[in-house]
């Protein structure tokens, strides 16, 4: 089991909202402007990071490397 964290519902502007700790978001590796999916199930509220749907600029360029040097000899060839 995981650990347990208790926090109150705060009035925010004309909602309500759970104040999140920075250092739980770092364990959970979330992003601060992250989207999250709500879902209901009885009285349990689930919250999970969606994914994105476009990489980083840094997670393109990581990638494009990898690519690049897997396939270096094949591009190399195709550049003559």
Not at 34 to 62: F, M, N, Q, S, Y
Request: overall charge positive; glycine content about 6%.
């Amino acid at each position: 089991m995981g650990a347990t964290l208790v926090r109150r519902i705060t009035q925010i502007g004309n909602s309500k909202g759970i104040l999140l700790p920075q250092a739980l978001l770092e364990m959970l590796k979330w992003d601060v402007e992250g989207d999250v999916k709500l879902e209901i199930h009885g009285k349990r509220l689930i919250v999970t990071p969606c994914a994105r749907r476009d990489a980083t600029e840094d997670e393109a360029k990581a990638v494009a490397d990898k690519v690049l040097k897997k396939h270096r000899r094949l591009i190399s060839r195709l550049e003559k």
